[in-house]
T-cell receptor, first 114, second 117 residues
Framework: KAGVTQTPRYLIKTRGQQVTLSCSPISGHRSVSWYQQTPGQGLQFLFE???????NKGNFPGRFSGRQFSNSRSEMNVSTLELGDSALYLC?????????????FGPGTRLTVL | AQTVTQSQPEMSVQEAETVTLSCTYD???????LFWYKQPPSRQMILVIRQEAYKQQNATENRFSVNFQKAAKSFSLKISDSQLGDAAMYFCAYRSPLTYNNNDMRFGAGTRLTVKP
């Protein structure tokens, strides 16, 4: 069974630009969560989608948004990029036979904002 | 809000020895789920072990076991017969039941484990 995939793996953008990251969950998983990981702040929750609906939201500005499609694939968008948005963005999916609580992570997208 | 604390930023262990990583959490909930994740240098987060709060028996997965003390809100990870491949950042995580609001996964700051040959 294929794991969680994220594209692209690496991204370099400049301040003010916007970026879209993609996540494909494990087949059969309906929940997708997004996290931002930085050396200073650690792992911070962005949002969770379940069946195309945002179920949970972390404490991030409105520049961070996401959506989920009917096939459970998810995208997150960051508009008007700032230097502080440089981070590893992790996507995790849950559901299926393993249970709905444990999350399985993708390899992450490393975003660098110049 | 639920918080997770890992008080050991770094730990080291000799290959084949045993090491215990500490984790405490703060919650007023009686039902929840606890996890240990491993993040090696590749940055891929890997689930190591999970524990349901309603279970009294400590979870075990091969060389990995936990000591879950619900009253003390403590959830430590013991790695036996440490191997070089165990070197990684280890994160303790807490999750409320799905029926609760704000049941996102809460992570500790992590403990970096070094394994010495």
């Amino acid at each position: 069974k294929a794991g969680v995939t994220q594209t692209p793996r690496y991204l370099i953008k400049t301040r003010g630009q916007q970026v879209t990251l993609s996540c494909s969950p494990i087949s059969g998983h309906r929940s997708v969560s997004w996290y931002q990981q930085t050396p200073g702040q650690g792992l911070q929750f962005l949002f969770e989608y379940f069946s195309e609906t945002q179920r949970n939201k972390g404490n991030f500005p409105g520049r961070f948004s996401g959506r989920q499609f009917s096939n459970s694939r998810s995208e997150m968008n960051v508009s008007t990029l700032e230097l502080g948005d440089s981070a590893l963005y992790l996507c995790a999916s849950s559901g299926g036979l393993a249970g709905v609580y444990e999350q399985f992570f993708g390899p992450g997208t490393r975003l660098t904002v110049l | 809000a639920q918080t997770v604390t890992q008080s050991q930023p770094e730990m080291s262990v000799q290959e084949a020895e045993t090491v215990t990583l500490s984790c405490t959490y703060d919650t007023s909930e009686s039902d929840y789920y606890l996890f240990w994740y491993k993040q090696p240098p590749s940055r891929q987060m890997i689930l190591v072990i999970r524990q349901e709060a309603y279970k009294q028996q400590n979870a075990t997965e091969n060389r990995f076991s936990v000591n879950f003390q619900k009253a003390a809100k403590s959830f430590s990870l013991k790695i036996s017969d440490s191997q070089l491949g165990d070197a990684a950042m280890y994160f303790c995580a807490y999750r409320s039941p799905l029926t609760y609001n704000n049941n996102d996964m809460r992570f500790g700051a992590g403990t970096r484990l070094t394994v010495k040959p």
